[in-house]
C-alpha cells in the first residue's frame, strides 16, 4: 500500500479525504451506490470529489489519500485518474470517520511521524478556494506545535444543522488562530442565534489539521485498541480485513476533538470561504446559481440541462438527469429531481424528509433504487 | 364507404361518434398524436373510446360510425377492432363538429332518411351507463317526432365550465322531456350559482339525438353550402377529398341547435348518469378513486400502478406512464405525470393553465413533445 506513495519532506502537510455517506437526503441523485461526492452537484464540470481534490491540490500536491467504501474505490479511482491508485483506500466497511481518518494517518505516520495532515470530506463546496488554503497553511503552521486544530466557519446565519465551535483566548503567534473553548452540539434556534449574536462561536465543519502522531497519540489516551489496531494495519496491510470489522466505531468528533478541547490541546482557526454541506436539497437549491432564462415566468433554477426545462409560476430546483422534458406549473419552493429509475417530486421545506422516503422504499423492498 | 354499413331497420337508431380534439389541458398524457380519447383515464382497462363504444353497444349493436382525424384512424380501427374498418370515418383535416357529425348523418341519411342518430363525444366519462340509455332512448322516442334533441346533466356544482340549457315547458307524451327555451354560454360563478339555484337549467354535454335528416334539413336552412357539401360527399366519398377542406369550420351549437331552439324545434331530455368530460387535471384527480392504500400517509390518487407511488405527506394525483418509481413528498393537490420524453409537475388549482405549457413548448420549437 505504501509502494508509491510519493516522496516528502520532514513535517510536510498531507490531505486525508473521507469518502463516504450515501447522502440519503439527496435521494433519488444521491444513492448508496453512487453517493453524492461522485456527482457533480454545484454544475461547475467537476464532481464534488473532483473539486476537493483541485482545492487541495496546490497545497499537497500527490500528498493525499482517499478513504472510501469497498463499493466506490473503482469510481473515486476512475474520477481522480491523476492519483496513484494505491493512495485509494477501501474501507470493507463503514466504521465512522475515526477508523477511517486514523487509518490514513496511521499510514503516513509510518513514512513521516511529522507530517502534519489535514482531513477534508469529498462532499462539500467551497466557494473561495484561496481563502480556504490560506486558513488551511495556518491551521498547518499551528498543528506544527503539537496541538489538534480545526477550521471553524463563520456563520453567515444561525444554523441549527451544524454543531458550533466555542472560541477561546487568541493564540500567540498566529494571525487569527484561538484556543478552542469547547465543542456544542446542534442548538435550537434561540441558542444558534445567541451563538451568532455573540461573535464568539463558529460552525464546526469537522475539518481536522494535526500532526499524524498527534492524531494517534489522542486516540491512543481516549480509544487505545482502535488507535493499536489501526496502527497494526498502517504496519501489516494484509492485516486489513481481519481487523477492520473489529473497529470501534465512532466519529472523531466525539473520539478525540472533544477529549483533547477539554484538555485544552485543540486549536481553531476561522475561516470565511463560502463553505457549504450540501446536506438536502434545501442546500443545493440554495447554491445552485439562478438562470439567465429569457423565458418568461421561470423562477426555477436548473441543475443539469435548462434547455429542457419548461417552468412557468413556480420556483425552486429541477435536477435533470435523463433527456426527458420536465414541465413545473404554479408550485413554490418545488424540488424536481428526474432520474433514470426514479423521480421525486417535494419542496425545499420538506428537504429534511427526504431519507424517510428512502426508508419508505427500503420497507417496501425496493432497496434497489436507495 | 357503405359498402359494410350494417343492415338496419326503417327508423333504428345509430350513434355518431366524434372523436376528435388534443387533450391540451391533459399535456403530456394526451398529446396531438395520442389524443385523450384513445387513453384510459378511467383506469378501467379500457380506453375513454372504447368505453364510448361499450356504453353504446347496447343501444345500437354495429350501428355506429366514428368520425376522427386521418392521424388516428389506424389508432381508433385498432381500439374498435370489433367495428367495420369503414366505420371508422377520417377526415382529411378538422373542420369543427358540425362537419363531422353532418358527414356521419349525410352517410346514414342515404341508407334510411328516417334513421336517428346520436351524437356523442368519444372522450366523455359516464358513471352511469344504464342510466345513460335510458335517457337516449327517451331521446330517440322524442327526436322520432322531428324534433333536434339534446340530453341535458343535472348539475352537481354551479360549473363555469359548461353552457347551460334553460328548460322550457314539458313535452306531453313522454316522461321526463323538455322543450328548450334556449342554450345560454358559459356563465360567471353568480350566474351559474343562480342557474342552479333555480332549478331550471341542464349541462350543455353537447350530445344531440335527431332524425338523419332532421339534422340536414336544419343544417339546409342555416348553412346550405356546408348541407349540399356533406350530402355530396356522403353521395360520392371520392369527393371527400376535394370537398373537404372548403367546408365552414362550425360547432354543431351555433349550426344547428341555438337557430333551432329558438324557432321552437329542440327537446331537452335531463339526466343524471354520472357525466364527466375530463377536460383538465383537476377533472381527472376528482374522477380517479382513492387508494385503498396502507402505506403511510399516503393521500394521492394514482392513474397508473400505484406500488411504485411513494407518497407522504401529499395529496393529489400521479398518473404513472413509465416504469419509473415517482416519490412524492410534502405537496398539496400536486398533479405529476411521468411519461417516456415528458414529466409535469403541477396542481390542481393550475389545471387550467396546463396548455400554456404546451404553448411554450411549441414557441420553443419542441411542437414534437405536444
Redesign the interface.
Same mark, same amino acid.
Given at each position: 500500500m505504501t509502494a508509491s506513495i510519493p516522496a516528502t519532506h520532514h513535517g510536510d502537510l498531507w490531505a486525508v479525504v473521507p469518502a463516504g455517506g450515501a447522502g440519503t437526503r439527496l435521494?433519488?441523485l444521491s444513492r448508496a451506490g453512487a453517493p453524492k461526492f461522485l456527482h457533480d452537484l454545484a454544475g461547475d464540470g467537476r464532481t464534488l470529489l473532483q473539486a476537493t481534490y483541485d482545492r487541495l491540490q496546490p497545497l499537497v500536491g500527490e500528498r493525499l489519500l482517499v478513504v472510501t467504501g469497498a463499493a466506490h474505490q473503482v469510481a473515486v479511482r476512475g474520477q481522480l485518474a491523476e492519483l496513484p491508485a494505491d493512495q485509494v483506500i477501501a474501507e470493507p466497511s463503514p466504521r465512522d470517520s475515526m477508523a477511517a481518518i486514523g487509518l490514513a494517518a496511521a499510514i503516513i505516520e509510518r513514512q513521516d511521524p511529522d507530517a502534519v495532515i489535514g482531513s477534508f470530506a469529498a462532499d462539500h463546496v467551497i466557494a473561495d478556494p484561496e481563502a480556504f488554503r490560506a486558513c488551511v497553511t495556518e491551521a498547518a503552521a499551528v498543528a506544527r506545535t503539537g496541538l489538534l486544530v480545526t477550521l471553524g466557519i463563520t456563520p453567515d446565519s444561525p444554523s441549527t444543522g451544524f454543531g458550533y465551535i466555542r472560541l477561546g483566548e487568541r493564540l500567540d503567534g498566529f494571525p487569527t488562530a484561538h484556543a478552542v473553548d469547547s465543542f456544542v452540539e446542534k442548538p435550537d434556534a434561540d441558542t444558534a442565534q445567541a451563538y451568532v449574536d455573540s461573535g464568539d462561536y463558529r460552525w464546526n465543519a469537522g475539518m481536522f489539521v494535526a500532526r499524524a502522531s498527534v492524531v494517534l497519540d489522542l486516540l491512543a489516551e481516549n480509544h487505545p485498541d482502535l488507535a493499536r489496531d489501526l496502527r497494526a494495519i498502517a504496519a501489516e496491510p494484509q492485516q486489513l480485513d481481519e481487523l477492520w470489522d473489529g473497529l470501534t466505531k465512532i466519529a472523531i468528533d466525539h473520539a478525540i476533538a472533544e477529549p483533547a478541547a477539554a484538555a485544552g490541546k485543540v486549536a481553531v482557526v476561522p475561516g470565511s470561504f463560502g463553505w457549504e454541506d450540501i446536506g438536502d436539497f434545501e442546500a443545493l437549491t440554495d447554491l445552485t446559481p439562478a438562470q439567465d432564462s429569457t423565458? *418568461?415566468g421561470t423562477g426555477i433554477k436548473v441543475l443539469g440541462d435548462a434547455a429542457r426545462v419548461?417552468a412557468?409560476?413556480s420556483s425552486g430546483l429541477v435536477v435533470t438527469g435523463t *433527456?426527458? !422534458?420536465?414541465?413545473?406549473? @404554479?408550485?413554490e419552493n418545488?424540488v424536481?429531481v428526474?432520474t @433514470? +429509475?426514479?423521480?421525486?417530486?417535494? !419542496?425545499t *421545506?420538506?428537504a429534511q +424528509?427526504?431519507k424517510?422516503?428512502v426508508e419508505?422504499?427500503k420497507a417496501?423492498g425496493?432497496a434497489d433504487?436507495t
Open positions: 435521494w433519488p423565458r *418568461e419548461f412557468q409560476q *433527456e426527458r !422534458t420536465i414541465a413545473v406549473l @404554479g408550485l418545488v424536481v428526474d @433514470g +429509475d426514479a423521480v421525486l417530486v417535494t !419542496t *421545506e420538506h +424528509d427526504v424517510s422516503i419508505a422504499l417496501a425496493r433504487l
